[in-house]
């Protein structure tokens, strides 16, 4: 499992144990089955009603990603690519056709070096991955704005919660049973502490933990496709190595580079000075 997930988990559970334990007599005064039956049968149904359901049984598959550690291959594809390059410019096709079918894990590395050895134009092989990669792009996006709304989703309800609380209580008001408006007044408390905890602490991490997945898988694919392009050109090996290896750094230098450009100017108290490199392609 990531270990900022991990952190996250055990912050959220100290979190909850503070407020059950010690900011009320009993653990169980924050425990309401109907409040958090209103939240998460209205949050659920309310996103059955937006969206598709393969999309919606699709992205609760997705769930078990943000618990697993998932490993990064880009060292990986480039060395394949690199390896893939020298059998290429050797003119080994068969020996790149047995690697791509025995070795080559990455499907779109695959496809891209097959387009290749098949003497497709740079440019159709550019317009096919580049489509590849926008649908990845739509479709990932797409589920987690699924999570991001049931966010939204999740607070409602628990309003909805409150006002039924609500109602049902002052129908007890001329009574002189305490227990029973008390009994009401939590349903109408709880409903909504439970809708902002599901949103902030379930909903709202999932869909970051996607996008920040989708954001990764978008820079490994560049980088598969800025090789596979260099390939087509019959570039030598060792020059693809290094402008992929290069490619990279550069994403993550812009990544901490921008933490620097976003700094007020006013604390800073001069002009913003560009990176040499951010200046060549401003």
């Known amino acids: 499992m990531n270990p900022s997930t991990l952190i996250g988990i055990a912050a959220s559970i100290l979190m909850l144990a503070s407020v059950l334990l010690l900011s009320a007599e009993s653990a169980a005064s924050f425990i309401n089955l109907p409040g958090l039956a209103i939240v998460l049968t209205g949050t659920l149904a309310a996103t059955f009603i937006s969206y598709p359901l393969k999309e919606v049984v699709r992205v609760v598959r997705l769930v078990a990603l943000v618990f697993r550690r998932e490993n990064s291959r880009v060292q990986e594809d480039i060395q394949e690519l690199v390896r893939l390059s020298r059998l290429w410019f050797k003119g080994d096709i068969h020996a790149v ?17 097959q387009l290749v050895i098949d003497n497709t134009r740079e440019e159709e092989i550019l317009d096919l991955l580049r489509w590849r990669v926008a649908r990845m792009k739509a479709r990932e996006r797409a589920e987690a704005q699924i999570f991001r709304t049931m966010a939204l989703y999740a607070p409602a309800f628990g309003m909805i919660g409150t006002l039924v609380g609500l109602v049902n209580m002052l129908e007890v008001m001329d009574t002189d049973q305490i227990g029973v408006i008390g009994e009401k007044m939590a349903v109408a408390l709880l409903t909504t502490f439970y809708g902002i905890v599901l949103a902030n602490l379930v909903f709202k991490p999932i869909a970051v933990k996607l996008e920040r997945r989708t954001e990764e898988r978008l820079i490994a694919m560049n980088m598969v496709l800025e090789g596979v392009s260099l390939m087509s050109r019959r570039r030598l090996p060792s020059f693809i190595e290094e402008t992929l290896k290069s490619f990279m750094a550069n994403h993550h230098d812009e990544l901490r580079d921008q933490v620097l450009l976003d700094e007020p100017m006013e604390k800073t108290g001069r002009r913003l000075q560009w990176p040499v490199r951010l200046r060549k392609h401003a």
Do not use: K
Not at 97 to 113: C, I, K
């Open 97 to 113: 056709e047995r690697a791509l079918e025995d070795d080559v894990r990455n499907p779109f590395l695959r496809t891209g070096v």
